[in-house]
Nanobody
Framework: QVQLVESGGGLVQAGGSLRLSCAAS????????MAWYRQAPGKQRELVAQ???????KYADSVKGRFAISRDNGKNTVYVQMSSLKPEDTAVYYC??????????????WGQGTLITVSS
């Protein structure tokens, strides 16, 4: 069993910054990729940023240069620092982690989601 606890969402004005955190706990051997997705009202869930175990990153075009994903492997935690936020960044943000467990070499786990609202 793997659990994810997200924190850091909330209301921010356009141009502001926020940092989300997601900590993984439970029974796993190691964590592979970690990522943040988001889902705006009426839209499909989309990948925002992803980071591999070795630190390779990938970003959605819409957030490149504004968001920075990082991870602390010692704390099993992934972060996303979001800057220059825009109203169109308003969405529920979900942490996504792929774990190596005893029974599954790449178990995918989702966080509960945290709402970010960017006011204009």
């Amino acid at each position: 069993q793997v659990q994810l606890v997200e924190s850091g969402g909330g209301l921010v004005q356009a141009g502001g910054s926020l940092r989300l955190s997601c900590a993984a706990s439970g029974s796993f051997i190691s964590i592979n990729d970690m990522a943040w997705y988001r889902q705006a009202p009426g839209k499909q869930r989309e990948l925002v940023a992803q980071i591999s175990k070795s630190g390779l990153t990938k970003y959605a075009d819409s957030v490149k240069g504004r968001f920075a994903i990082s991870r602390d492997n010692g704390k099993n935690t992934v972060y996303v620092q979001m800057s220059s936020l825009k109203p169109e960044d308003t969405a529920v943000y979900y942490c996504n982690v792929k774990c190596w467990t005893i029974s599954n070499w790449n178990l995918e786990v989702w966080g509960q989601g945290t709402l970010i609202t960017v006011s204009s």
